[in-house]
């Protein structure tokens, strides 16, 4: 992956009136999102962060009646499939519940953290100099800067705007999806397994009937993601 590209600038947010066009909203339809934390700060590196955005991929099945389809979950960003109720075409609704969700647990740990003084990092992760860890004071005051730059945020921002949403309508773009969410443990980035499979913290559900390729490895990794995509995972 290229080293020193930009990330998406919170200028280019979208009004939050804007409505997607129905190309994309689709009854019953299957998405590809990308969730980034602002400021790529390594939020998702303790079991505690990572279990709040796994139970609210949970949540939504039972709150938004979609079905979780795969998922994996890096230390600042986030790649998730799903597939929509028969009676819902809006992607949106759906993912901004989950960020919203987790965004108000990931401040309250980080307050947590900042009076105790205390956190650990998951084991995976623990000597691994790709994955720095800022303090819990140093996070909330990223979150703190970037907010100021929205109108509509109160105080802090934990999410990147605008990444991507895609409507999975065909075999080929299913395979390149779950093959982007393959790379990205074993991507030249973060190096955390050598084999994809055996990343803890990925979920492909057995109803994505692909090619799923259990053992990429490192060297295997070396070409680009899409430019939509990079911008928020170097």
């Not at 947010?13 to 129905?22: D, Q, V």
Request: charged share 30%; net charge positive.
């Amino acid at each position: 992956m290229g080293k020193s590209k930009k990330q998406v600038s919170p200028k280019t947010e979208k009004p939050k009136n804007e409505k997607f066009t129905k190309s994309l909203r689709q009854k019953g339809g299957v998405y590809f999102y990308c969730g980034a934390i602002m400021g790529r700060k390594n939020v998702f590196v303790t079991d505690e962060y990572i279990n709040l955005l796994v139970n609210a991929f949970k949540m939504a099945e039972l709150r938004k009646d979609v079905k979780n389809l795969g998922y994996v979950i890096m230390p600042n960003f986030f790649y998730w499939m799903f597939r929509l109720s028969e009676k819902n075409d809006n992607p949106v609704d759906v993912y901004k519940d989950v960020k919203k969700q987790v965004a108000l647990e990931i401040l309250q740990n980080l307050s947590k953290e900042q009076r105790e003084g205390s956190y650990e990092i998951a084991k995976l992760f623990q000597g691994n100099e790709r994955v720095g860890r800022s303090k819990p004071e140093k996070i909330l005051w990223t979150f703190e800067e970037y907010g100021k730059k929205f109108e509509n945020t109160k105080r802090y921002k934990v999410w990147v705007p605008r990444t991507e949403i895609r409507l999975i309508d065909n075999d080929e773009l299913l395979q390149q999806k779950v093959t982007v969410m393959q790379k990205a443990p074993v991507s030249e980035r973060w190096q955390m397994v050598n084999r994809s499979s055996k990343y803890p913290y990925m979920h492909l559900d057995e109803e994505i009937h692909v090619d799923v390729v259990d053992d990429l490895k490192l060297d295997n990794v070396c070409q680009k993601m899409p430019q939509s995509l990079a911008e928020v995972v170097v």
